[in-house]
Each structure stands twice: as C-alpha cells, then as structure tokens.
C-alpha cells in the first residue's frame, strides 16, 4: 500500500521569490519606457497653447491699435510757362542749295573750286576743253562771212538787172525791143531780187549758229551763280563728264549757312495744329546739351507715304550764327503748338491724386480745354479738398484757370503710410 507523504515547510524558512512567467515581465518593461515621451509631450502642448495666445494677444494688439498718420508728398504751385508741343524728326538742310551742273559734254580742264570753298557770283569754278567748240565757233563765223559775201555779190547782181529791166521797159514802149525780151530782162531782176532775200535769211541762220557755237563756248566755263560756300564736289581734274542725257551735278553750292532750316517730318495726327510761325526748339546729336531756337516758316501739303505711314514736311527756320549747324543733321523738333506764359501751374499728379476710397475727380482729355478737377492742399497739415478750373496741360504742369490756390500753396502728390512707403489712395491691409 502506498501513502502520500507531504513535507511541510518551516515557518521561518524565506519563502522561494515567485517564478517569472513570460506574461508579468514585458509589461513590467513596458510601463517604465512610456512615462518619459508622455511627460514630453504634455510640456510640448503647453508650450504651444502659450505661443498661440501670445500671437492671439499680438494680434488682437496691432488689429486695434490707432493707424498711423500718412506723411504727405507735397510740391509747390509755381508760375511759369505750360506748353503743349508736337514732336518731330528732320533734317538741316541750308534755306536753298543749288546744284551747278554743265551743259556741254568734254574733259574737266582745270578745277578751281573743292568742299567749303567761298564762292562768288560769277567765279568760275571748273572749265572744260574748250578748243572742240572753239573749232565750232571759227567754223561757223566762216560761213557767217561767206553768206555776207554771197549777199554783197547778189545786191550787184540785183542791181544790173534792176537797170536792165528799166532798159527794157522803155524800148518795149518805143517797139525797139521784143516783148519776150523785155520778159527775160523782168524775170532775171525778180529772181535777184528773191536770190538776195535767201542771203538775207541766210546770214541770219548762220548768224543763229555762230551764237550757239559761242554759247556752248562758254558754257565750257562752269561758273558759280550765286554768292555761297561748296558743300558737295562730284568731278576732279581729267574726269569726263556726259550730258547727252541728263546734265551731271559737279557741285553742290549752299546760299547761306548763317540761316539754316529743318524739314521735320509730322505726323498726319499732329499737322492740324502746326501753324506758319508756331516757335519751335531742336537739338542735334552734336550738341546734345544745346538748345537751338527757330520758328516755322511753312507746312508743305505735300504728302509723304513711307510704310502707310503718312508725314508732311513742316519746315523750321533757325539762325546759325557761329556755323555750328552743319547739312544734313538729324534735328529732334519740338513744335510749340500753344502756349500760356506766367500761368499758375500745378504738377499732373497733384491733379490724380485722392486720398484712399474717396472717388478722383475727372479731368478733360483735351488739351488746352477749360475742365474742373480737383487738387489736395495742405494747409495747417491737413489735406483740404479745392476745386479747380484747368486750363492747357503739357504733360508735365496743368494750368490753373480757376480756384481757390495760390503761388505760396502746396498741393500733395502723394501720401506714404509707415514705413512701406505705399503709394497714394491706397490704404495698408490689416490683420
């Protein structure tokens, strides 16, 4: 028979610690690595709540402080001259130019004229062969004196037959003489008759001839016709020139350089205000610094068709006194088509500027048109609406024909709000 025998423990024996069982030691672990990232993130979410109501509180701050004064641009109100011109390119050209050409054909014998040379009326400036018109002259005063000769032997021969006509006559009257006599005698003084009326005609035409010969002659000398200066030489010594088909330009001669013009080229737009003595101004690319002064003199209706764009030549006389202008510059025109002198004038701008959200007053767009507008002054450092009466504007001052401004006024332009320098009318967004 077996018996179950159990074995108790002491009392004071320590108990054995209990076993470990895969269950209880991971969640052990697990527990103790968590606390640190909570801890973390709960500093984390504080932090943030303070920042948002930081930036809450800042910009409940700048959302209700008081805006900032603008500072105002402001320009004074001046009296001077407002003047609405038309621009336009061209030419300088001397008043007149005249090309000296030459009329008979042969070899430049000598050549006495070059580029700036002073010239007066009758100088001669080249000359060509002449001994080929020379031959022609002798040739034809040659037969000049043949055709007088030829006229002096049938005047004697006129007369012999003219006393034996009258012969005739009175022995026919006496019956001495046969009547077919007395014919022949009639006949022979006729035909002397009209024989010296042909070297009559005859010495005429080579009379004509002789005179033409001479002519040619002395179109061999090419002389300047008017008083001036050589602008352009086309031929040197030796050349030969031709002027069977059309006469060859050997100089180029300009009247006067003390008096230059400029054939500006405006636009069909703008000629309608172009007038003979409107004043006008130009600069050439010469003298970019200096102003020269002229006034128009004529607008040519002759139009000018380049590329369907049509022009006309507005011609600009102007003094050249020190013969700074030269032919052939290229003049930027400024045409004063109207003008006012010692008007009140106020800046274009002060004309568009309004103060943000209010509506800007019109203005006329046609120049020199009388319209109401309105500036901003400011007096006693607050901006003052006037309303105003404008006059001629030229693009940069407007007149003022009507209001209540003076030349000690300051009217504003623009406005700056902070530091952002924003432009006029044009308030700062806020949060």
Known sequence: MNERVEVQPAADAPSPPPAMTPATAPATTVMATTRAPASRRRWWLGALIL???????????????????????????????????????????????????SYVSGVIQTLSCDFNTQVKTGQICAKIDPRPYQAVVEEATANLALANAQLAKDKANLAYTDLNNQRNQQLLKQDSVSKDAADQAKNAYDQAQAQVGVDTASIQQFQATLEAAKLNLGYTDIIAPVDGIVVSRNVTQGQTVASSLQTPTLFLIATELKTMQVDTNVSESDVGGVKAGNKATFTVDAYPKRVFNGSVTQVRVNPQTVQNVVTYDAVVSATNDDLALFPGMTAATNIIVDQRLDAL?????????????????????????????????????????????????????????????????????????????????????RF
């Open 345 to 429: 004038r106020v800046p274009d701008q002060a004309l568009r500027y309004v103060p943000g959200g209010l509506p800007r007053a019109g203005t006329s767009e046609v120049a020199g048109a009388s319209q109401t507008g309105r500036v901003w002054a400011l007096r006693d450092g607050k901006a003052v609406p006037i309303d105003v009466t404008t006059g001629l504007d030229d693009d940069s001052f407007t007149e003022i024909v009507k209001g209540d401004l003076s030349a000690s006024d300051a009217v504003i332009v623009s406005e700056e709000r902070g530091s952002s320098g924003a432009q006029s009318g044009t308030p700062l967004p």
């Open 51 to 101: 920042l948002l109501v930081a930036i809450g509180a800042g910009a409940a701050w700048y959302s209700l402080r008081p805006a900032p004064p603008p500072r105002y641009v402001t320009q004074p109100v001046t009296r001077g001259t407002v003047a609405r011109t038309v621009t336009a390119t061209g030419t300088v050209n001397p008043i007149l130019t005249i090309i000296v050409g």
